[in-house]
């Protein structure tokens, strides 16, 4: 038998006609396309790190609950004494660590349609039946039919983004009580773009007990760390923790979180600097008759008309911009780009390379 004989043999039919995560190569592009703050540390504080790195006992198993890691994070982001954290290796682990409690139980992951990718994709793999919750024609909750669904179901876990992803918006919070207090399933908040938004719900998790909040350090210029949290009410903790592997957040990770905490103030200004250039961004892309929806996360979604996305897309790849074209991914994003706040100086680039496009040329 050769390899392939016992794959065929050994692993999942929907696995082998699946792929893998693909994720664009932007080696010497300006990259736009991922949700990642632009902006570099400041030379002294990356001579800082370096130094505090160059201590990291490497040859030594990591905190193996991230404690004093933790604390910092938690005095950073105000969460409250009543409630615990859980570290997971970027947000996906935690997604994947709440999911898995689901297997073989006959409940259901739900979570909005358009929304992150990862939640279909993980419960995919866990073969946990996925449910998807329709937004309307404003992107906002179609709350008549999330209710009729959540009732069809037998929900074990909503994942409800606030902003959402890929759309950028708030949902709003009558109907976010509603659907929490209709049901009995666990509700995570996922506030990843929180730092860019007016709103964030971390007091629900005290206030609901089957509310969980989930946040992330990417957003805010941490994202090669690769550092997500889940913080709730601590029996829910405690049992998501049996299933965290051990070991998952590696020493270099602890070390460089703890210092960028204690420059907190620096996350914060990049974070309010990219909430500036979001405005701009907007107002200058309209000015090029684009369509453009309000956002409360570090992106934007931009619309080209008459069925050119695809090809305004490819002419802004040629010209070194790289974005994300969401055009043919759902119905509500026919003729979409997700377009990354980027610098000044990047905003400058994408537009340059819009206007020398064939069909938005000025």
């Avoid at 790190?49 to 990591?62: E, I, Q, S, W």
């Avoid at 609950?65 to 950073?76: G, L, N, Q, S, Y």
């Avoid at 049992?239 to 204690?262: C, G, H, S, W």
Wanted: hydrophobic share 45%.
């Amino acid at each position: 038998m050769t390899a392939r004989d016992y794959v065929q043999a050994l692993i999942r039919a929907d696995v082998r006609a699946g792929t893998a995560y693909q994720v664009a190569d932007a080696t010497g592009m300006v990259k736009l396309d991922a949700m990642e703050n632009p902006y570099e540390w400041p030379a002294p504080l990356r001579a800082e790190l370096a130094k505090v790195l160059a201590d990291v006992a490497m040859n030594r198993y990591p905190d193996p609950h991230a404690e004093d890691t933790k604390a910092a994070v938690r005095a950073w982001m105000g969460v409250p004494e009543s409630l615990a954290c859980l570290f997971g290796n970027g947000s996906d682990e935690i997604i994947a660590l709440i999911i898995s409690n689901f297997i073989g139980s006959g409940l259901t992951v739900c979570a909005p349609d358009p929304s992150f990718v990862m939640f279909r994709v993980l419960a995919d793999q866990y073969r946990v039946p996925f449910v998807s919750l329709p937004l309307d024609a404003q992107c906002q909750i179609d709350r008549a039919q999330w209710l009729s669904r959540l009732a069809e179901t037998t929900p074990g876990v909503i994942f409800i983004p606030q902003p959402n992803n890929p759309t950028g918006n708030l949902f709003r919070e009558d109907d976010l009580r509603a659907v929490i207090e209709s049901t009995s399933a666990l509700v995570v908040i996922d506030e990843a773009y929180t730092a860019f938004s007016d709103r964030e719900h971390l007091a629900w998790a005290t206030e609901y007990p089957n509310v969980v909040v989930m946040r992330t350090l990417s957003k805010v210029g941490l994202a090669g760390l690769r550092l997500g949290l889940l913080i709730g009410d601590p029996v829910w903790v405690h049992e998501f923790d049996k299933l965290r592997l051990p070991y998952n957040i590696n020493v270099m990770t602890q070390a460089a979180v703890r210092v960028a905490m204690t420059h907190h103030a620096l996350l914060e200004s990049q974070s309010a600097a990219i909430r500036d250039e979001r405005s701009g961004l907007i107002a200058r892309l309209r000015e090029r008759g684009l369509t453009v929806w309000e956002s409360q996360a570090n992106f934007v979604v931009a619309f080209v008309p008459e069925g050119n996305a695809r090809a305004v897309f490819d002419h802004l790849k040629l010209s070194g911009v790289l974005v994300k074209c969401l055009d043919g991914s759902h119905p509500l994003l026919q003729g979409a780009l997700r377009i990354t706040v980027g610098t000044p100086a990047e905003t400058d680039a994408l537009l340059a390379a819009l206007d020398q496009s064939p069909v938005l040329g000025r």
